[in-house]
């Protein structure tokens, strides 16, 4: 870990790999890599090196007939920056950043999520069980505007 970080902050592209669930999980994993006592200045540098993490899960298509790439993509903008900097680090916080920051190119889980079962690539169900129950109005919410947004592109689709 500390290699990775010398090597981006002496301006080198440095891509690395880290067995997390999440975006957000990445950067805390990295974060508790370092004793209590460093993790503010780690969490410094990471706010200013730290350009993207994608995240991936593979599930079975909701067919059974291979699987699915569900993509999670953080791009470290201000608002990121500045959850990674707070002294009481917050993966919730992330994962919210992420999700707003669509708009700016991240793309949150939820979406993905949505997107993939919009799409017939996952059941309901497969979806439900990559995310924690409290952000279910999240998805149905994001559910229901793509199935909005798809219907108005259907020509005749906004009778």
């Known amino acids: ?48 090196l730290l350009k993207v993490v994608v995240s991936q899960r593979l599930l079975k298509s909701a067919k059974g007939d291979g699987l699915v790439l569900v993509p999670e993509i953080m791009l470290v ?33 939820i979406n993905s999520l949505a997107g993939l079962y919009v799409d017939g690539k996952l059941t309901l169900d497969q979806v439900k069980a990559q995310i924690d129950e409290k952000n279910y109005e999240t998805l149905n919410r994001t559910i229901m505007q793509l199935n909005l947004k798809r219907t108005s592109k259907v020509p005749g689709g906004n009778k």
Do not use: P, W
């Not at 690395?16 to 410094?44: M, P, W």
């Not at 608002?79 to 920051?101: P, Y």
């Open 77 to 109: 903008d201000n608002t990121v920056a500045a959850c990674i900097r707070k002294d009481k680090f917050s993966v919730s916080e992330i994962e919210d950043a992420i999700q707003g920051g669509h708009d700016k190119g991240s793309l949150g889980l």
């Open 1 to 48: 870990m500390e290699a990775a970080i010398d090597m981006a902050e002496s301006g080198h592209l440095v891509i690395g790999t880290l067995h997390t669930k999440s975006c957000a999980e990445t950067v805390d994993r990295i974060i508790n890599f370092y004793e209590v006592r460093d993790q503010a200045q780690i969490k410094n540098l990471l706010s200013t």
